[in-house]
Structure formats: structure tokens, C-alpha cells
């Protein structure tokens, strides 16, 4: 968080308290989503289906991926993270190829290279567009439509942007691909 000076009409200076941290942005006016996100359910890369209300009462790392990416290294970090916060976090990756079509694999391909290259053992949604368009992850969706989840219109600007629910399902922070889940932003959101 930082503070921003601001002149009133009258000449007075008034601090505004920003969530925008360069890469990041976090969610503080209290608004709760109006479309519960433990209503929806992620279809996993080997097809079975998991409800999200099973992790009531955990925080959830939902985040785009891609397996051709500068950002892929990023796997090893995110699999620290998930090992680290087991009891109370749940990281879910969803491969996509919308930028720079750095996904072309199948399912199966995915699953093997997260496995075999970084250890992945947080689960893998089915490959699937996460940008706005009539195709797009109900997840996606519902993470960047602020009519769904509360605040946040932003959708992932590039592979590996993550998103962070907190225990109760409200979506409390976007964090932009730059931003290394082992990140000093990262850890703060998390206690």
C-alpha cells in the first residue's frame, strides 16, 4: 500500500490511501462479490471436476500459466509456495495459450512437463482461455469481472498473473506476471 497527496478544491492536501503497488493491486473497500466464487467448479486437466467451496476456509492462488514462457521457472516457485502454505493455501494453475501462443500442448503434455521440469503437485485446470472473449475460464471470468467478484475488471495482462482469494472467497489481490510468488508483496498477502 502507499499513500498518495492529493490538493482538495480548497487548497487542503488529503492522503489517499492506493492499493496499486506498480505490478499489483489489492482489495480494501470491503465490496463482497456478488456472485459467490465457491459456487463455481474447475475442470482439472484430467478431466475430473473440483468444487472450489472445498477449500473454504484457505486462502486460493488462482493463476494463469503457460509452459514455453520466460515466466515458466515461475512453477518451481509456485510449487515452494503451495509446499510452504499447504494447511492454509491452494495453488490452482491454468494453462493457457493467449499470449504468445506459449501453450500449445495438450493436457496430458502439460501435466507431464510440470511434473517431470518443476515437481508441480498443486493441481492443473484443463487448458482453456482465461482473457475476455465467449470462450473464456468461467474462473477468468468471474476474477476479472468486477460485477461477479466485487472490484477487480482485470484480466491477466500476461502468463503467470495470479490472482489471491482469501479464507471467506473474496478475491483480495491481482498480481501481475513480474511479481515471483516468492515475493516479499506475496508473502505480506499471505499472512
Same mark, same amino acid.
Given at each position: 500500500?502507499?499513500?498518495?497527496?492529493?490538493?482538495?478544491?480548497? $487548497?487542503?492536501?488529503?492522503?489517499?490511501?492506493?492499493?496499486?503497488?506498480?505490478?499489483?493491486?489489492?482489495?480494501?473497500?470491503?465490496?463482497?462479490?456478488?456472485?459467490?466464487?465457491?459456487?463455481?467448479?474447475?475442470?482439472?486437466?484430467? $478431466?475430473?471436476?473440483?468444487?472450489?467451496?472445498?477449500?473454504? $476456509?484457505?486462502?486460493?492462488?488462482?493463476?494463469?500459466?503457460? +509452459?514455453?514462457?520466460?515466466?515458466?521457472?515461475?512453477?518451481?516457485?509456485?510449487?515452494?509456495?503451495?509446499?510452504?502454505?499447504?494447511?492454509?493455501?491452494?495453488?490452482? $494453475?491454468?494453462?493457457?495459450?493467449?499470449?504468445?501462443?506459449?501453450?500449445?500442448?495438450?493436457?496430458?503434455?502439460?501435466?507431464?512437463?510440470?511434473?517431470?521440469?518443476?515437481?508441480?503437485?498443486?493441481?492443473?485446470?484443463?487448458? +482453456?482461455?482465461?482473457?475476455?472473449?465467449?470462450?473464456?475460464?468461467?474462473?477468468?471470468?468471474?476474477? +476479472?469481472?468486477?460485477?461477479?467478484?466485487?472490484?477487480?475488471?482485470?484480466?491477466?495482462?500476461?502468463?503467470?498473473?495470479?490472482?489471491?482469494?482469501?479464507?471467506?472467497?473474496?478475491?483480495?489481490?491481482?498480481?501481475?506476471? +513480474?511479481?515471483?510468488?516468492?515475493?516479499?508483496?506475496?508473502?505480506?498477502?499471505?499472512?
Amino acid at each position: 500500500m502507499i499513500f498518495k497527496l492529493r490538493n482538495n478544491r480548497n $487548497g487542503a492536501i488529503t492522503y489517499i490511501l492506493s492499493c496499486t503497488l506498480f505490478v499489483s493491486d489489492c482489495h480494501e473497500n470491503n465490496a463482497q462479490p456478488t456472485q459467490p466464487l465457491y459456487d463455481l467448479k474447475v475442470t482439472l486437466n484430467n $478431466g475430473d471436476s473440483l468444487s472450489l467451496s472445498s477449500f473454504k $476456509g484457505k486462502k486460493i492462488m488462482l493463476v494463469n500459466t503457460a +509452459s514455453d514462457c520466460g515466466f515458466t521457472p515461475q512453477y518451481n516457485d509456485l510449487e515452494a509456495l503451495y509446499k510452504k502454505y499447504k494447511e492454509k493455501l491452494v495453488v490452482i $494453475g491454468f494453462p493457457a495459450n493467449d499470449f504468445g501462443e506459449q501453450e500449445k500442448g495438450t493436457d496430458e503434455k502439460i501435466a507431464e512437463f510440470c511434473k517431470v521440469n518443476f515437481g508441480v503437485t498443486f493441481p492443473l485446470a484443463k487448458k +482453456s482461455t482465461v482473457i475476455k472473449s465467449a470462450n473464456q475460464n468461467i474462473i477468468f471470468k468471474w476474477l +476479472s469481472d468486477k460485477t461477479m467478484n466485487g472490484w477487480n475488471n482485470q484480466q491477466p495482462k500476461w502468463n503467470f498473473s495470479k490472482y489471491l482469494i482469501n479464507e471467506q472467497g473474496v478475491l483480495t489481490n491481482y498480481f501481475d506476471s +513480474s511479481v515471483s510468488p516468492d515475493s516479499e508483496e506475496i508473502e505480506k498477502a499471505l499472512q
